[in-house]
């Protein structure tokens, strides 16, 4: 009996190191094995290194379907609007616009004989969904944003340069980071005027909200030395993680750049004040006209009525009552449109 106790004993003492040292093999299997590592994209990692050295000067998160009339663009370049959300250009001198239609193309027209031309799409820069154009005032350097097989992310911002010869746009280039990521970027134009650039992204922003970034536009293409800086520098550099990460030694041009964009906006305020004066006061005016044409209208109703027959006159004095209320509730409003506008009395 105590052999086989023994024996049962040697037996399960076996077993248990015989599990033991299947458990240690199977756990040095595991951690043999290596986790995969998603490949990034290799047109980021070109991307990354060519990364542009850009000052940034302010920023400004604003509405999405709105964030034109935040630009302070000088009217020297041009004008920009939002319908819906879709960007149009016009140019300084209001002949020439450039829209993003309702199916997301990018088209340009032409005001001739006081009207303007048919929408035609834009030559050259494909059938890809492409919106918010820009136009240098060149007239040949078209900015604008596109997705497709060419974008990393959402939008890209492209460039291209229109071939007079040919009569169509050249084959457009991404304009790569920082003005590239796998977010939505929306918007890009240089103001020469103000020597300013702006930029706008949905990167790191709420849903429905984007941010403008106004920078210092470069006159030829500067990149970060990659050997100067670690991989996770350059990648905070390109997502345009901190505005202050790009000032280095540039400090006193961003605050030379500041001065100019507030200067911007004062002039932006200035005109947007200008316009709508001057459209209270061709409201005033028309209405002031309106009022004329109706006191002559109703002094000949009252001479009609002087020598009218008494059938006449029934039908005359309602015209004449009528008219008077007109006039009354005319003369109301064109003195409450003068209390806007005091110095046009």
Same mark, same amino acid.
């Given at each position: ?17 015989? *599990? ?43 509405? !999405? %379907? ?54 035609? $799409? ?6 890809? $969904? ?21 974008? &990393?992310? +959402? ?50 922003? $709420? ?9 210092? $536009? ?12 670690? @991989? ?12 202050? %990460?790009?000032?280095?030694? @540039? ?9 100019? *964009?507030?200067? #911007? ?20 005016? #028309? ?10 209208? *109703?002094?000949?109703? !009252? ?13 005359? +004095? ?15 409003? &064109? ?11």
């Amino acid at each position: 009996m105590k052999i086989t106790k023994y024996k049962l004993w040697v037996t399960l003492l076996l077993l248990t190191l015989s *599990l033991s040292a299947t458990a240690q093999r199977r756990g040095r299997n595991v951690k043999k094995q290596k986790v995969e590592e998603p490949v990034e994209d290799p047109r980021i990692t070109q991307m990354l290194a060519a990364t542009q050295r850009v000052v940034f000067v302010d920023s400004m998160v604003v509405d !999405r %379907d709105d964030f034109m009339s935040h630009i302070p663009l000088s009217r020297h370049i041009g004008k920009l609007t939002q319908t819906d959300g879709l960007g149009t250009f016009t140019n300084e001198m209001g002949d020439h616009r450039l829209t993003t239609t309702a199916d997301t193309l990018i088209a340009e027209t032409d005001f001739i004989a006081n009207q303007w031309t048919k929408p035609r $799409p834009i030559e050259g820069i494909g059938r890809e $969904p492409a919106i918010n154009p820009f136009l240098m005032p060149d007239g040949i350097t078209l900015y604008y944003a596109q997705k497709g097989e060419n974008s &990393i992310g +959402g939008f890209d911002i492209f460039v291209t340069r229109y071939d007079s010869e040919r009569g169509v746009f050249l084959r457009p280039e991404n304009l790569g980071m920082p003005f590239a990521s796998e977010g939505g970027d929306l918007f890009y134009a240089i103001d020469e005027f103000n020597q300013l650039g702006y930029f706008v992204t949905d990167r790191r922003q $709420p849903k429905g909200k984007v941010c403008i970034y106004v920078f210092i $536009p470069n006159d030829s293409r500067r990149v970060y030395q990659t050997e100067a800086y670690s @991989d996770s520098q350059i990648r905070q550099l390109a997502a345009i993680s901190r505005m202050a %990460d790009s000032w280095a030694n @540039d400090k006193q041009e961003r605050q030379a750049a500041l001065a100019r *964009l507030n200067t #911007a906006r004062a002039q932006a305020g200035k005109t947007q004040n200008n316009s709508q004066t001057d459209h209270a006061q061709s409201e005033l005016e #028309a209405m002031r006209q309106k009022a004329q044409v109706q006191e002559k209208a *109703l002094a000949l109703m !009252r001479n009609q009525y002087a020598t009218a027959t008494e059938g006449q006159r029934v039908t005359l +004095g309602i015209n004449i009552l009528h008219a008077e209320q007109q006039l009354e509730q005319l003369q109301t409003d &064109i003195r409450n449109k003068e209390k806007q506008i005091p110095y046009n009395n």
